[in-house]
T-cell receptor
């Protein structure tokens, strides 16, 4: 089976740092994606990890531990526009993406 | 590069009618396209995988006779919702991958409302 868990909602303050965790159990693993999705819009790509470790890209970083089935997305210097849903998705063999339920992040001033 | 478009962006139809949604890769050839459905406040659920020139592969629980998928060319896939019912109202999103790589490029989505 497959199971991807992430918190339902998080709230953080503008300028702060927030970490969104994702744990997964899947049969077949070919990497992990993080997407950002604003309401009523399609997901936009944030990061992809296939090897253990931290990938940094500007204000966003993503970490993966394959042995622990764990990933997190780190957002620094939060801005109001970062308020969105963040989706963790596992890439399985056959290029199929399995999405978590998403974490709604609310950034307050 | 790697732009995917969908048409229409929103559609309202009456119960019992059929609706066709187009997904196009504008600047690359998409060997594989995926169709997802997303209900309010839920995540994306994969409906089917579509490979150019072959029959689509449907996920468990998705009725292939109700959701007809055609991937006639390397830049176009269509999803037809046949005999639509109010419970089919949802946000339908397609994605595409090219000949090389694994990253999926998502279309902007189509909001379907069945009255």
């Amino acid at each position: 089976g497959q199971n991807i868990d992430q918190p339902t909602e998080m709230t953080a303050t503008e300028g702060a740092i927030v970490q969104i965790n994702c744990t997964y159990q899947t049969s077949g693993f070919n990497g992990l994606f993080w997407y950002q999705q604003h309401a009523g819009e399609a997901p936009t790509f944030l990061s992809y990890n296939v090897l253990d470790g931290l990938e940094e890209k500007g204000r966003f970083s993503s970490f993966l531990s394959r042995s622990k089935g764990y990933s997190y997305l780190l957002l620094k210097e939060l801005q109001m526009k970062d308020s969105a849903s963040y989706l963790c998705a596992v890439l399985r063999y056959g290029n199929k993406l399995v999405f978590g339920a998403g974490t709604i992040l609310r950034v307050k001033s | 590069g790697a732009v995917v478009s969908q048409h229409p962006s929103w559609v309202i139809c009456k119960s019992g009618t059929s609706v066709k949604i187009e997904c196009r890769s504008l600047d690359f050839q998409a060997t594989t396209m995926f169709w997802y459905r997303q209900f309010p406040k839920q995540s994306l659920m994969l409906m089917a995988t579509s490979n150019e020139g072959s029959k689509a592969t449907y996920e468990q629980g998705v009725e292939k006779d109700k959701f007809l998928i055609n991937h006639a060319s390397l830049t176009l896939s269509t999803l037809t919702v046949t005999s639509a019912h109010p419970e089919d109202s949802s946000f339908y999103i397609c994605s595409a991958i090219g000949r090389v790589g694994y990253e999926q490029y998502f279309g902007p989505g189509t909001r379907l409302t069945v009255t």
